[in-house]
């Protein structure tokens, strides 16, 4: 114990250190080599990747993963580049993870229970909150473009002006419910279609509660032992977790440099303290309103929100997102329901990110909207942003749909795309965190939080009880 909190003690002299000494080479005249300068900014990523070794936790991996992959990134940017690959590997690898996980537990969650009027009851109680809280996140977000004025002033790169879009499909309304259900299972899992496996494996569950216990039972027993074996696939893939994200942050700073952060600071910043004031102006109270224990939630969602930020991708975070609400008392039934859908129709983040982006095309392109425009530009996104997820560069959909509907260029939106990968990053972690909460809300709107915790400890308690009477 001794020990690691030396390491940590080096690790934060060393940092402060070598800030200082950068700041000297900055501002002063003293000529400081650069082989000193890299290797004072080394230094404690050393001191910290020794403590991760003694720490031996995924989430102490998982930080000095990212410090050393930005560091990494800045220093050898033309290595970096090509560390996309580690990455990928990595959400593939995950992605065959999530169709026969969701299948598992949403089956046997349905099946296993037979209370259909439940599954019924959890879908509306999911989607009326998933609603309330995404139209809260709109709002924030419209807000706190307004305030920071970003985009106003910002001079426009000639290529941006002038170029291209990639090419997207518009989505009317019948494509979105087309969308929910499928035609083909087989080719929803080959495309990654979230929403409609859950779709597909709510209703087989419903099927199999329906029919005789002679031919329920066996395929029971099958989804609850694939739900136990991809739950262990899930560990195994985590352990590759901290390279993943050292590669994911390295090729975003190779690629795009620590510059990028300079020339649209405003709308990053903006986001990222819109994302923060959300987070702790609204999940914050429901975790404090319901008494759900605030550092335990934080402790069960860190690891599964670092992952999400570090590879912008929700996927990514969601069988370790599962598991870790199951452990911290939300049974399986609700959170194998609940977050699935929640990738459909709960994306917090991302639906605070449409709002700013909306309003910073306009901005950019030096168009004033009045308040009554842009509160009707938020309904229209509160209706056309859901169920869309599943489509590719949906954003991109929704923000060219939006804009056009409005009579704005989408040129401006190429400033956007240009560094639409360090937003993703906050956005998609905060997808992760507001979905993780959806499922301890409906559990203790169901009365079922710590449901089965309990009973454990109560059977544990009546167990020592007998055997005090006996002795």
């Known amino acids: 114990m001794r020990y690691t909190k030396r ?41 910290y990747f020794l403590y991760a070794c003694k720490k031996k936790q995924l989430t102490t991996w998982i930080f000095v993963s990212m410090l050393a992959g930005v560091e990494f990134g800045y220093d050898v940017p033309i290595i970096a580049k090509e560390l996309n690959i580690v990455s990928q590997i990595f959400i593939r690898l995950v992605k065959t993870i999530i169709a026969p996980l969701l299948f598992g537990t949403l089956v046997t969650g349905i099946a296993g229970h037979a209370n ?74 080959a495309e990654g279609q979230v929403l409609q496996i859950v779709v597909f494996s709510i209703l087989f569950g419903i099927a199999l509660a329906m029919v005789k216990e002679q031919y329920r039972s066996p395929m029971l027993r099958f989804t609850d032992s694939l739900t136990a074996v991809m739950f262990k696939f899930t560990n195994m893939v985590m352990l590759f977790a901290p390279f993943a994200v050292f590669a994911a942050i390295a090729y975003s700073v190779g690629h795009m440099g620590l510059g990028v952060l300079l020339n649209l600071f405003q709308l990053l910043g903006t986001l990222y303290i819109a994302l923060i004031v959300f987070l702790l102006g609204v999940l914050l109270p429901i975790l404090l309103i319901l008494k759900i224990p605030v550092r335990s939630f934080m402790k069960a969602v860190a690891e599964p929100a670092i992952i999400a930020f570090a590879t912008t991708s929700s996927e990514s975070a969601l069988p370790l997102a599962m598991e870790n609400m199951e452990r911290f008392g939300v049974p399986r039934k609700i959170v194998s329901f609940v977050i699935p859908t929640g990738y459909s129709f709960n994306l917090d983040g991302t639906t605070l990110y449409l709002a700013m982006a909306s309003i910073f095309v306009a901005h950019m392109a030096g168009i004033r909207l009045s308040i009554e425009t842009q509160i009707i530009m938020m309904v229209t996104l509160m209706l056309t942003s859901k169920g869309v997820a599943g489509v590719p560069r949906a954003s991109l959909v929704i923000l060219l749909g939006t804009a056009t509907s409005f009579g704005l260029p989408t040129w401006p939106i190429f400033i956007i795309l240009g560094i639409d ?37 109560d059977e544990r308690r009546r167990t020592r009880d007998e055997g005090r009477k006996k002795n």
């Open 7 to 47: 390491l940590l003690i080096c690790f934060f002299i060393s940092l402060t250190f070598a800030v200082a000494i950068h700041l000297a080479d900055h501002f002063t005249s003293v000529g400081i080599p650069l082989w000193l300068l890299i290797f004072f900014r080394w230094l404690p990523i050393v001191f």
């Open 116 to 189: 259909l009027k439940q599954v019924g009851r959890m879908g509306w109680k999911s989607l009326l909150y998933f609603e309330i809280i995404s139209t809260i996140a709109l709002f924030i977000g419209l807000a706190a473009i307004n305030i920071s004025g970003a985009g106003l002033g910002v001079k426009v790169p000639e290529a941006m002006a002038h170029g291209t879009l990639p090419e997207v499909q518009a989505q009317s309304w019948r494509d979105i419910m087309l969308h929910v259900f499928p035609d083909n299972i087989a080719r929803s899992i």
């Open 421 to 457: 990968e360090l937003m993703d990053m906050a956005r998609t972690a905060t997808n992760v965190i507001g979905n993780c909460l959806a499922t301890v809300v409906i559990a203790k709107w169901e009365g079922e939080f710590g449901k089965e915790g309990q009973e454990t400890r």
